[in-house]
């Protein structure tokens, strides 16, 4: 019966529920302005090798930019995933997961665009919103 790490997690008020395979032990933190406008602080993105679902009927999504959809409890308000569109890759809100408050920090992006009462201790690379715009743009994407 023991297959891959399974974590379980759900919104405030319970109508969405998460599950990820194999997840990530190492968050990642996005410090820039929409996500603080978001989020209230910064963005902790939970990853994993596969997510179900359920809850549909409660979920909301909004198309924040013209690379990005993030999802939300219509009935709560908690932040649930933000998604690349051009990968189709999904990240979730880490605070949805009790098993993730354990984990460490992956890395840290745009901190240029970061508040001040949001630092984060830890040695972690940390990237400026330049520096990621320019790693996508090497892998490909265009944000033009
Ligand atoms: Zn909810
Ligand atoms: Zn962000």
């Known amino acids: 019966m023991s297959g891959a ?18 997840p990530k032990h190492e968050i990642e933190i996005c410090q820039c302005d929409m996500c603080r406008r978001w989020a209230g602080s910064f963005y902790s993105a939970q990853t994993g090798d ?52 354990a984990y460490g920090v992956e890395k840290e992006i745009f901190v240029d665009e970061r508040a001040e009462w949001c630092r984060i201790e830890g040695n972690h690379p940390r990237q400026t919103g330049e520096e990621v715009i320019a790693e996508a743009k090497a892998a490909g994407f265009s944000f033009d």
């Open 5 to 22: 790490e399974r974590i379980e997690g759900h919104c405030l008020c319970g109508a969405v529920k998460i599950a990820i395979e194999s």
């Open 50 to 101: 596969s997510a179900d679902v359920s809850g549909d009927e409660a979920i909301s999504t909004y198309r924040s930019s013209e690379w990005a959809e993030r999802a939300f409890c219509s009935q709560c308000g908690s932040n649930l995933w933000y998604r690349f569109l051009p990968t189709g890759n999904r990240s979730f809100s880490a605070g949805l997961f009790d098993a993730a408050a």
